[in-house]
């Protein structure tokens, strides 16, 4: 089987999106995404996708099988300029130990 990789464009966002629906809804991406309404999942989901294709920043490849099906993609985001200071990572840290003890089999001490 032969992949060919390239860059993702727009009209490659309907695809991106029904790979993205047929992942489990596991703790971590309800937490990380919300709804687990399909629908409003999949809406959410390439809204954001359509968006972060247009920010030079960011790069979307997709792989496509023999039939030109998007069977997979990727996404990278460069690093952002400014960093977090001590304090902003010291108030995350708090946010993702108070998120982690809302889900069920998660130590957060």
Request: aromatic share 8%.
């Amino acid at each position: 089987m032969s992949w060919k990789v390239s860059d993702a464009t727009l009209a490659d966002v309907p695809a991106i999106t029904s790979i993205y629906s047929h992942d489990e809804p596991t703790p971590f991406i309800k937490l990380c995404l919300g709804s687990l309404n399909v629908l409003a999942l999949n809406f959410n989901q390439a809204a954001r996708i359509a968006d972060s294709l247009q920010d030079s920043d960011e790069a979307w490849l997709v792989a496509r099988d023999e039939r030109n099906r998007i069977a997979s993609f990727a996404e990278w985001q460069m690093p952002r300029e400014e960093a977090d200071t001590e304090e902003q990572m010291a108030e995350e840290l708090v946010c993702w130990k108070a998120l982690l003890k809302l889900c069920p089999n998660n130590d957060a001490s």
